[in-house]
């Protein structure tokens, strides 16, 4: 059985940071890519960051340069930092992994969300 566990939300004011950890746990074979996601109210959920085993990133546009994906595949945890946080970044934020839970085996898990609340 695979879970992943999301730490870190909260609410901040407008200008702050906080920092997300998601730790993949269980037993597995390989985690390989992983990444943010967030959904805000009445809206679809949307892809944040992603990064693969071998530390490649990929962040979209309207939080590069404020946002940064990191990975410690020793933990099978990743982490993201998020500085200069707006409004508009109040979300549930989701994590996901894709793992092999054998060798021959891989599907995507998720995380149970972790609520990040900017006030302005």
């Known amino acids: 059985q695979v879970s992943l566990v999301e730490s870190g939300g909260g609410l901040v004011e407008a200008g702050g940071s906080l920092r997300l950890s998601c730790a993949v746990s269980g037993s597995f074979f390989r985690v390989n890519d992983m990444g943010w996601y967030r959904q805000a109210p009445r809206k679809e959920r949307e892809l944040v960051a992603t990064?693969?085993?071998?530390?490649?990133?990929n962040i979209v546009d309207s939080v590069k340069g404020r946002f940064t994906i990191s990975r410690d595949n020793a933990k099978n945890t990743i982490y993201l930092q998020m500085n200069t946080l707006k409004p508009e970044d109040t979300a549930v934020y989701y994590c996901n992994a894709r793992v092999h839970y054998n060798p021959y085996s891989v599907r995507d898990y998720w995380g149970q969300g972790t609520q990040v609340t900017v006030s302005s």
């Open positions: 990064i693969t085993s071998g530390g490649v990133t």
